[in-house]
């Protein structure tokens, strides 16, 4: 039976590398995929990892109908095998729920790929709705780990190395960005908790849940 899949990681977690992957893999057995995407790093209409890999894909803008513009694609004699949609974070509820139109009506895979939460540990709407809809949700295997090395399970936005937690839910930026310019960097929770990035890691600045000393 064909599925929505949500496979879901933190930003380091390797998950466009996975979306390149399923597609490299599936059009060596002759299948083809209309791939949709929306604000990658590498620009309108690209799905990129960070291994450098990059393909063509459709944009997803506000408004859009998924599944009218699957059922437009075979109704003009297109082949339509299966899904895959990266960055389904920034998609709206709906959007989500017309994939999962296309699984049930079209008969099509539908393979997402998103982080789920935003820089201040809220569900992005389009995660919480393939939460609510998918028939699985894979964990991404990748591990992404904080400058602690610890796993990291947190994405802390920064602005010149240091932690904000304000600001609109949708700002494009980069692991890979400079210190001045608006970047992200993975966190465990006891670090995103305490806004303890790896550039302020040194400040020598002691954490306000570290206890005090009672002194005798």
Known sequence: MPELVFFSGTMDCGKSTLALQIVHNRTSRGLQAVIFT???RAGEGKLSS???LVTDAVE???GMDLYAHLVGLISRGGRVDY??????QFLAPDQIDQLARAVDELDLDVYAFGITTDFRTRLFPGSQRLIELADRIEAL????LCWCGVRATHNA???GGVMVVEGAQVVVGDVDRT?????YEVLCRRHHRRRMTSATAGAGALSPDVLPVVQG
């Open 60 to 62: 997803v803008v506000d």
């Open 83 to 88: 899904a895959v949609v990266d960055e389904a």
């Open 50 to 52: 960070r291994l450098g």
């Open 141 to 144: 295997q990748v591990e992404a």
């Open 38 to 40: 929306k604000d990658d």
């Open 157 to 159: 936005r920064t602005v």
């Open 179 to 183: 210190s001045a310019e608006v970047g």
